[in-house]
């Protein structure tokens, strides 16, 4: 019978220990450079680490060392190890061989190995004791337990850590570019404005946008993660829900597609009109096999199992370095996350989207989200507040998010100046980190004319037509701009005789 006990000299060498220490004393000028990934913690044995933390400590302070100002100093501490060792013989010992500056360097990153297995290890131990000890109220709650003990680590290390000149070599990469284009890794939207101002989706990045109760956010989210699939249908979808029911979903999908309203494919009677019918069974005859969208209701999960669930989605459906977006409808408190004596409410949701964009970053793909806006967000009348002072709970996601935007209905008024034909609904951009091929650069101000004559400057916008639960881009303001000032020429352009008719 197999043994599941791990050697232990497998996690660690003495004699990498002693060649780096001997190194470093042969070479005290490569400390700056393994400074930046090496500490005490990555020597095993307890009498290396004393060694390396006196030398280190010397160095730091500019002091010059040498084997028998290191044993002093190290005497001069108290220190006394396990065993009788003459600490001035060790250091003579192993420094002895003539090792290099360039072989000091490499045995250090060798230690530092050492030290990542030790830690995987560790790691895995702590997971035993947590499958064997721990509480469980759930499937998800012990994979996202365990899995958060592996990332905990995992997610820290990284073989980049060090400082790079960004001129070094920017014009050699600049002309390859040219002379080799690059695929681009964009996630187009089915929004082909939004794309020319925003640049699409793109990975590593959260886009985020709030919404009253009831405004369409959902429906937006839908849209925009089921569009982007359309456009490359290579691209696998999660859509993680903190409310709705898959039949909920698929419901709405189904008018969506078919444009039949909503109430008759929920309570059937699609089936009693002919016309009802062909549109349903023509929409939805031949999706069954061509779309990978996925659905999971995450209502009453915390974010650590949420975190979990996209992680394991990833490397199980999509595959490591394959497309793949995630949407997320929507942050707000919920599953086990529970304001407390220390912790308010917007700290707790401020660190669920901290833990967004790390799974985002992680995944190398694009999250969707949605956060409620608070009652400055209500547009009755002219009273709505459009900037991101009116985002609920928590400012992280103007930190974190690459791009946010309020979506929200047009008022009679807003509906009367743009015109209906510029449809129902306005996505206001409050922040975006990246630019498309036609963005007019930061200043996202444009010049209207008012119904009384005057002039002002406002924000841009995108307008968007809803109708049963099915979205379709309008334009921009700037494209009501333009048609308002074809109209004031053409009224302009008018003959003298005309106007007399008038």
């Avoid at 290191?70 to 192993?94: P, Q």
């Avoid at 220390?342 to 793909?365: C, F, P, T, Y």
């Avoid at 449809?423 to 091929?437: A, D, E, M, N």
Wanted: neutral net charge; charged residues 25%.
């Amino acid at each position: 019978m197999g043994s599941s006990i791990v050697r232990l000299d497998m996690v660690y060498s003495l004699d990498i220990e002693r060649s780096a220490l001997g190194g470093l004393l042969r070479n005290s000028e490569v400390f700056y450079e393994i400074d930046a990934f090496i500490s005490e913690n990555d020597f095993w044995h307890k009498t290396h680490q004393t060694i390396y933390s006196v030398i280190k400590n010397c160095l730091i302070k500019q002091e010059k060392i040498d084997k028998v100002l290191i044993a002093e100093k190290i005497k001069n501490l108290g220190i006394k190890f396990s065993t009788d060792l003459d600490v001035s013989e060790y250091l003579d010992n192993i420094s002895f061989s003539p090792i290099t500056a360039t072989q000091a360097i490499k045995y250090f990153k060798e230690l530092s190995l050492y030290r990542v297995r030790r830690e995987i290890h560790e790691i895995g131990a702590r997971i035993q004791d947590c499958v064997k000890q721990g509480e469980f109220t759930s499937f998800n709650d012990i994979i996202s337990k365990s899995d958060a003990i592996y990332n905990q680590t995992i997610k820290n290390y990284s073989d980049t850590d060090a400082p790079v000149n960004i001129f070094e070599d920017m014009f050699a990469l600049i002309e390859e570019r040219g002379l080799n284009p690059k695929s681009n890794p964009v996630l187009l939207t089915p929004f082909t404005e939004y794309n020319n101002l925003y640049g699409g989706l793109r990975p590593k990045n959260i886009y985020a946008f709030a919404a009253r109760a009831g405004q369409g956010k959902s429906t937006l989210l839908n849209a925009i993660a089921f569009g982007c699939h359309k456009i490359n249908p290579k691209i696998k979808v999660l859509y993680l829900d903190t409310e709705m029911s898959l039949e909920e979903v698929q419901m709405r999908h189904a008018a969506s597609l078919s444009g039949v309203p909503i109430h008759f494919i929920e309570s059937g009677d699609y089936r009693r009109n002919q016309d009802m019918l062909v549109k349903v069974r023509s929409a939805l005859s031949t999706i069954k096999n061509q779309y990978q969208f996925y659905h999971y209701t995450v209502a009453n999960k915390s974010i650590d199992e949420i975190v979990s669930i996209i992680r394991r989605f990833y490397y199980s459906k999509v595959g490591r370095g394959n497309d793949f977006l995630c949407c997320f409808d929507y942050v707000k408190m919920g599953g086990t996350e529970k304001a407390s004596q220390s912790w308010a409410e917007h700290q707790i949701v401020g660190s669920m989207i901290d833990k967004l964009k790390r799974i985002a970053e992680e995944v190398n793909a694009p999250i969707l989200t949605a956060i409620q806006q608070n009652r400055g967000g209500e547009a009755a009348g002219k009273t709505s507040i459009d900037d991101s002072s009116s985002f609920a709970l928590s400012d992280r996601l103007q930190w974190f998010a690459s791009y946010t935007g309020i979506f929200r209905a047009k008022t009679l008024d807003e509906i009367s100046a743009d015109g209906a034909e510029f449809g129902t609904h306005k996505l206001i951009t409050t922040k975006s980190r990246h630019q498309g091929s036609q963005a007019a650069g930061f200043s996202n101000f444009l010049k209207r004319k008012l119904p009384d004559g005057s002039e002002r400057y406002v924000g841009n916008y995108l307008n968007f037509d809803v109708v049963n639960f099915k979205i379709t881009e309008k334009g921009s303001l700037k494209n009501i701009i333009d048609r308002q000032d074809h109209e004031y020429n053409l009224k302009d352009d008018k003959n003298p005789n005309e106007k007399l008719l008038d």
